[in-house]
């Protein structure tokens, strides 16, 4: 496999962040109680089944004959030891388990859950719950022993990830070993893909998409996917602690030539931080029009007029990314901004954001688990109060928005939370959270030796990928 950038750590161990690519990669080497198959469908994993003795009360049985890798037998403890560090240390996937309150074993394969509320929507966030042993958890750094098919073999950093097969898992993975090599230049991707030194080249550039098309050797795939990018500003500092300045901001984008100059349209304009096959996707908000005149306006009224904005973006993080920032500062020129683009590699990226650094910034996110509360609790919730930190670099605390969410886990009936995640776009809008640009398309090619059948957020989770001439399903 040739990708575009190496994992942020070795999960769970500082610096890993909760970024996409870095939590797929470790889904193949640690599972949750559940996980997504290739429909997006929430499948149970490492559970046989459970109750739910009351509305905050999940009792969770555990599959029978389960090891890690390292041979030792999945029990309960495990679990919960789990569960319980990510909460406490945090993980990186800490934040999607907020709703935890206890976890506890109550047999060798029998765990009960209590969350803070009512939480239906339970299963789809352990499946980022990942199960370490709990002699792992002991120790310094935590190795990666995970219940996955494959295991972590080797890494040099920047450079290349090993994969093994993982002995002790049921049914055995497709391949005896996976090696991802960390490839920067996107045609370089390509080109290591037709000479077959590569059987998936991930993140393929635009402009090649009809030549590998032409290609009976390779499948290529380019289509709008679920991962919405925006502008994100920091709210609590100036410019931007002006919701005038915002708002100017919001006025800049022309979103469909921004679409049309980086994409080549095969993007989507985007007016809220989820498509609408996301659960909590409003209708009624229509994609921002661009009204550079009111723009200008708006920053003279705020005695911001000219007012100088650096952009940070990630080179090596989304599609274009760069040239997305490049041409969002363009945009923004035109309506009196005058702006500086800053990139850097996301291993220097992410870190910088949560840092404080930024004033304006380029950020993206999937709902993998095709729910908004996914994104509005991982993002724009306040960072105040207990629980795990979440992926709010903006400053942003809204009681407003934070009463929301609350009422969003707080409800029982699914139309009831369904309306409420809607009224919590609604609120993104009013107070000018961020500038949702686009929803990313993604890309992707592989070659006709490997059988893969993909989700349509197009993520690489190895596994559903086999050899072609097995052509067999690996959905449990």
Partial sequence: MAVRADVTGIFPN????????????????FEGLFRLDSALAVKPVLVSG??????????????????FSDGSPLTADDVAASLQAALEMPFPTGA?????QRVEAISPLEVRITTRQQSPALPSFLVSGFVLSREALARRPIPPVGTGPYQLAGRVPGRSLELRRNPHHQPPAAFDQIHLHVVPDAEARVAALRAGR????EGVP???????????????????????????PRVDRPPFDDARVREALDLAIDRHELDQRVYGGRGRPASQPVPVAVVGYEPGLAVVQADRARARALLAAAGQAGVEV????????????????REAARQMELAGFRVSVRTRPKAEYFPFLAAGGAQLFLFGWTCDTLDGSDV???AFRSRLGAGPPNQNYQGLADARLDRLLD?????????ARFAVLRAAMVRLREIRAAAFLVVMPETIAFSKRIAWTPPSTLVLRLHDVAPAAEQRSLDR
């Fill in 310 to 325: 650096v952009l940070d973006a990630p080179n090596d993080r989304y599609l274009e990314d760069a040239a997305l920032a």
């Fill in 14 to 29: 500082p610096p890993t962040i909760n970024e996409a690519f870095t939590i797929d990669f470790f889904s193949n080497v």
């Fill in 198 to 201: 590569v059987d998936i080249a």
């Fill in 50 to 67: 459970w109750t739910n003795p009351d509305s905050k009360t999940w009792v969770f049985r555990l599959r029978e004959g389960v090891r």
């Fill in 96 to 100: 999607f388990l907020s709703a935890i």
């Fill in 376 to 378: 509005l609790n991982g």
């Fill in 407 to 415: 009422d969003a886990a707080r409800a029982s009936e699914a139309a």
């Fill in 206 to 232: 635009l402009r090649s998409v009809e030549g590998l098309s032409r290609d009976d050797r390779v499948t290529v795939l380019a289509q709008p996917g679920i991962r919405v990018l925006y502008l994100a």
